[in-house]
């Protein structure tokens, strides 16, 4: 089974930069995913890690730890639409495709 | 490509009733997935098919629930009988490879 933690919510102002954190346990990690979903939509794909490091695309960047169970989403210069939920998941080893979500971050932005 | 296609979006039923929800995957797509969201217990994990193989239902909440995929092209969730505690959304998705394309989603209300 898997545990998977982040924080609920967070707040952030408009052009700064936000971290959100998540930690998790697994019995046997196979990739750790991102996704945004504002509200009353479906979840978008913004990031996949399999390796440490940090991994950067345009103003989000995610990072990965296996040794630690830890990753971190981060997002530069925050527009107001960036307010929405970030999901943090994590794919285990077992040659599926099963993903496990976390329950969330509801990040706002304010200006 | 529509993406991800998937009907009702909403449905307001009686306990008791018979619920199906429809999900067209993306063409191509070797996998299906169905996941429900609630404030609660965020996006869990139902059910999940492999070119039209139900791989893993450990998900699934209990016998009132079953999913089919008949064909590549569609796949349904079945409640039978509804209860007011499955009101949720629920989310179909499909991926070919780690990323998972989500569907609209279909708000469901059991009163």
């Known amino acids: 089974g898997q545990n998977i933690d982040q924080p609920t919510e967070m707040t952030a102002t408009e052009g700064a930069i936000v971290q959100i954190n998540c930690t998790y346990q697994?019995?046997?990690?196979?990739?750790l995913f991102w996704y945004q979903q504002h509200a009353g939509e479906a979840p978008t794909f913004l990031s996949y890690?399999?390796?440490?490091g940090l991994e950067e695309k345009g103003r989000f960047s995610s990072f990965l730890s296996r040794s630690k169970g830890y990753s971190y989403l981060l997002l530069k210069e925050l527009q107001m639409k960036d307010s929405a939920s970030y999901l943090c998941?994590?794919?285990?080893?077992?040659?599926?495709?099963?993903?496990?979500f976390g329950t969330g971050t509801k990040l706002q932005v304010i200006p | 490509d529509a993406g991800v296609i998937q009907s009702p979006r909403h449905e307001v039923t009686e306990m008791g009733q018979e619920v199906t929800l429809r999900c067209k995957p993306i063409?191509?797509?070797?996998?299906l997935f169905w996941y429900r969201q609630t404030m609660m217990r965020g996006l869990e994990l139902l059910i999940y098919?492999?070119?039209?193989?139900?791989?893993?239902d450990s998900g699934m909440p209990e016998d009132r629930f079953s999913a089919k995929m008949p064909n590549a092209s569609f796949s349904t969730l079945k409640i039978q009988p509804s209860e007011p505690r499955d009101s949720a959304v629920y989310f179909c998705?499909?991926?070919?490879?780690?990323?998972?394309?989500f569907g609209p989603g279909t708000r469901l209300t059991v009163l």
């Open positions: 998941a994590v794919r285990e080893w077992g040659g599926y495709q099963k993903v496990t």
């Open positions: 998705a499909s991926n070919q490879g780690y990323e998972q394309f």
């Open positions: 890690n399999v390796l440490d």
């Open positions: 063409s191509g797509h070797d996998y």
């Open positions: 697994t019995s046997g990690f196979n990739g």
């Open positions: 098919f492999n070119n039209n193989v139900p791989i893993d």
